[in-house]
Each structure stands twice: as structure tokens, then as C-alpha cells.
């Protein structure tokens, strides 16, 4: 049988496949997780290019949500991450948000507050968007 070339197979596309065997988990999940933020319908910027105190428009996936008070309220925190960075994302005055857990994708608008290092975005608008549960 003779051996034919597969025309959609390229040297780059090799390459990227050795390179996946290579990363790590994190690394493909982040890899993953940005790729599927890039082809969403949204008109999200990346996090990571975002700048403190900027409205902005964040797409990602929910890695991690706890309930921690400030002060007498209580407040929601998750931990939105779009596969190259991640935001800190809190409601002030509620104990729940129906709809969100760790797994889900949401698209964030609101206000970047907080430093480089430790973005927040207080109280903002959103929307839950199907898969990644």
C-alpha cells in the first residue's frame, strides 16, 4: 500500500503537536481555555491585556468561587480566568449567585480596580454562557 501525504498535516502543525505532548496539564487547560475565549461570540479583551481602572469586558472560566465577608456584608468572590490571566471577581451584599460554579463561563463587564498583580472587578454586570460546566 503506497504511503500518501496528508496536505492538512504541516511542519507547523507537527510541531504544535509535539509541543502539546510536552505542556503540562495546566498548561494545556490555560491553552484550552483561551482558545475557547478567543472564538467566543462576545467582544471580550484578554485579561492580561486590561489595565487598572479601565471599564472592561472579560471573558473566562470560573476556576474557583468562596463566600467571604467584608466587614458586616457578606460577599460572593470568584476566580475568573480566561487561559492568560485571572481577576478576582466580587458582589458585595450577597451570599449566592444562582448560576455560577466552578466550571461555568461567564462574560464580566465592570470596572478594573485593584493593582497589576491583583485585579478586581467589584459588583459587576454579567452573563452565564452555556458548556465549560
Known sequence: MPITRDRGVTRR???G???S???TATQLEADQVAE???HGASLSTPMSECSVGSPVCVEGLVRGITLR???ESPAVEIDLFDGTSSVSVKWIGRRRI???APGRRLVV???LAGTERQPIIY???YELRPGGE
Open 13 to 15: 502543525g507537527l510541531a
Open 17 to 19: 503537536f509535539w509541543k
Open 21 to 23: 505532548l510536552t505542556r
Open 36 to 38: 475557547h475565549v478567543r
Open 69 to 71: 465577608p467584608l466587614g
Open 98 to 100: 444562582f448560576g455560577i
Open 109 to 111: 463587564h465592570g470596572r
Open 123 to 125: 459588583n459587576p454586570r
